[in-house]
């Protein structure tokens, strides 16, 4: 928080000192963001995994397509840095579509 005096000029109270204010300003800082990531297994088709990127994350089909790849290589990459909140219904949009055709797919986040 930063405080700076604001200097009265002129006025003159009763006990002849001169007045002053101080004005208060506070500063936001921005809230912390979240990677929310995909994590490889062996048994989620590939043809899902850029589906749920194309739906849940605006991936075009060759974007999805990089991503997976990476997945499917590297055992996890991010797929995107949002807000707690968005990041959070992010992980449960991917869980529950994945559990909904009973595929193993992970998806966490994790504070930047």
Request: aromatic share 8%; net charge negative; hydrophobic share 40%.
């Amino acid at each position: 928080m930063q405080v700076q005096p604001l200097i009265m000029s002129g006025e003159d109270n009763d006990d002849g000192d001169f007045g002053v204010a101080v004005e208060t300003r506070t500063r936001t800082s921005r809230p912390p963001l979240y990677k929310v990531m995909l994590l490889n297994d062996d048994y989620t088709p590939m043809e899902f995994v850029v589906h749920v990127l194309e739906r849940f994350f605006g991936m075009t089909h060759a974007e999805a397509f990089e991503i997976m790849l990476t997945v499917h290589k590297k055992g996890l990459a991010v797929v995107g840095v949002f807000s707690h909140e968005i990041a959070e219904t992010k992980v449960t949009q991917v869980m529950d579509m994945a559990r909904r055709h009973q595929h193993p797919l992970q998806c966490t986040m994790e504070k930047e």
